[in-house]
């Protein structure tokens, strides 16, 4: 299927205004989801995008490159404005045709997916006699994710988990309407790491110990963050639960900060560790966590007791937690917008200059609030009470939408691409450092 999207507007055209967002702002990030969407998880989902940046494009020019591609369908993304008390979702196909076209069967099926999880007023479906609908040979729907003017919907459009959801529930009807095809495991591959070094003598090492204990494993080569480092792979399978089983004898082995890195078409965008969970068990101690921030950053507070205890509570993955933190706040020298007194250590709710976003009492509360916004996002079971709920985006966020750290993608930063791509390999530095810690400690005790 040949999918035209259009982030409506854009360039010298904001589109609607409201709130202080502009809409050409509001339908690029959509778009932008959408095609993500659909290029990481279908196989046969070809997508052309009419901009994709602040990009001023006619509407000749939109239509003109649909039909010349040849599309099967164009799809245009906006939202509303009115007087203020206008809300909700409503999407349009062209007013020449009739409730029984094909352009309407499947803007039906687009409607129910949209409006299952947009958490807006259904409007509903109508028709007009606008450009894109007119001049496009292809069935064609624009949809008004919104109305830009109202409080209400505005706030919601400010949510990267709303957008990324609205995103999703387009991507859903896509799927029925056309028939998509998910991407099957056969086009994964998932690796077994058994760790990360810089020297090549450290990965060999390791390397030889796990053949010493009847484990293939062989050096790779890997380039993160711009570093040349060694990765010691312990197998690669076609099936996850056969990298499972392998990396719970590396486990065994002792090699206890190994993972399964998930690589190929079917894997997120940058190749990067979609396997890798947000839940699970917190490997390195608070001391290693915070020694390590302290090689970077002398003056940082010890706050990795504070991501162990909160972790295991939660079933989080703290250490990991804590990488994010370190990411989010320039290894807690907060060069950003958010500033140390707030104890805002993983940005919540900060969106620039003018909103630095939430602010906690202690370090430990607001480790407490970043754990609980993890919590959020990795599952849809009920939280826990022993602690107060104090992550005051709690409830905003889409349940279970992201269980694993590169889901966050486009969730926690927009626009976010490999946001948690940059979380696993700063933890890949972490255990790196912790392992050479713990080798020079034994050297000394040697």
């Known amino acids: 299927m040949k999918l035209y999207l259009d982030p409506g507007h854009g360039g010298s055209d904001p589109g609607a205004q409201g709130n202080g967002l502009d809409e050409k702002d509001i339908t690029l990030d959509i778009a932008l989801r959408i095609r993500n969407l659909l290029n990481n ?19 000749d020019e939109r239509t003109n490159e649909a039909n010349a591609w040849g599309a099967d369908y164009f799809l ?10 206008a809300q909700g979702y409503e999407d349009y196909i062209h007013s020449s045709l009739s409730d029984s076209s094909k352009t309407a069967e499947y803007r039906d099926v687009m409607h129910e997916e949209v409006t299952k999880v947009n958490r807006l ?3 509903g479906k109508k028709k007009a006699n606008f450009h894109v609908l007119r001049e496009s040979v292809m069935p064609a729907m624009l949809s008004e994710n919104g109305f830009i003017t ?24 896509l799927e029925r ?36 204990k009847g484990i293939e494993a062989f050096v790779s080569p890997a380039t993160i ?52 969970a947000i839940k699970g068990k917190t490997f390195l101690s608070p001391e290693l966590m915070d020694q390590f921030v ?27 937690a804590f990488a994010q933190a370190m990411h989010e706040t320039d290894y807690l020298r907060f060069t950003g917008v958010v500033q140390p007194e707030q104890n805002n250590f993983c940005g919540l709710g ?3 200059p003018d909103n630095p976003g939430a602010s906690f009492d202690t370090p430990r509360e607001g480790v407490l609030a970043h754990i609980q916004h993890l919590f959020a996002y990795a599952t849809t079971d009920s939280l826990p009470d022993k602690y107060p709920l104090v992550d005051p985006r709690f409830d905003l966020v889409a349940r279970g939408s992201a269980p694993t750290w590169v889901k966050l993608n486009g969730k926690w930063a927009v626009p976010g691409d490999n946001y948690g791509q940059s979380i696993l390999k700063l933890y890949e530095r972490m255990l790196t450092s912790s392992i050479e810690q713990f080798q020079q400690l034994k050297q000394k005790i040697t």
């Not at 245009?76 to 008390?85: K, L, Q, R, T, V």
């Not at 719970?248 to 894997?267: C, F, M, P, S």
Request: glycine share 12%.
């Open 294 to 320: 302290k090689e970077v950053n002398a003056d940082a507070i010890k706050i990795g007791i504070h991501y162990l205890i909160f972790g295991e509570y939660y079933g989080i993955r703290g250490d990991v």
């Open 76 to 85: 245009s993304i906006h939202c509303n404005a009115f007087n203020g008390d």
């Open 150 to 173: 109202n409080d209400h919907d505005a706030a919601l459009m400010r949510d990267a988990s709303w957008r990324q959801t609205v995103a999703q529930g387009h991507v859903n009807g």
């Open 350 to 352: 900060a969106t620039g």
């Open 225 to 276: 963050s711009g570093e040349q480092w060694y990765r010691v792979q312990a197998g690669a399978f076609s099936k996850r639960k056969n990298a499972e089983q392998r990396l719970e004898k590396v486990r065994n082995a002792g090699i206890k900060d190994a993972y399964i890195l998930k690589e190929g078409k079917g894997a997120d965008s940058g190749g990067g560790s979609d396997g890798y």
């Open 177 to 212: 309407a056309f028939g998509l095809k998910p991407k099957e495991e056969s086009d994964v591959l998932y690796k077994v790491i058994a760790g990360s070094f810089q020297s090549r003598k450290n990965a060999e090492q390791r390397a030889d110990y796990l053949k010493s």
């Open 41 to 59: 998880n279908y196989k046969d989902a070809d997508v052309r995008m009419s901009r994709t940046g602040d990009s001023s494009v006619s509407l």
């Open 121 to 123: 007023r259904d409007r």
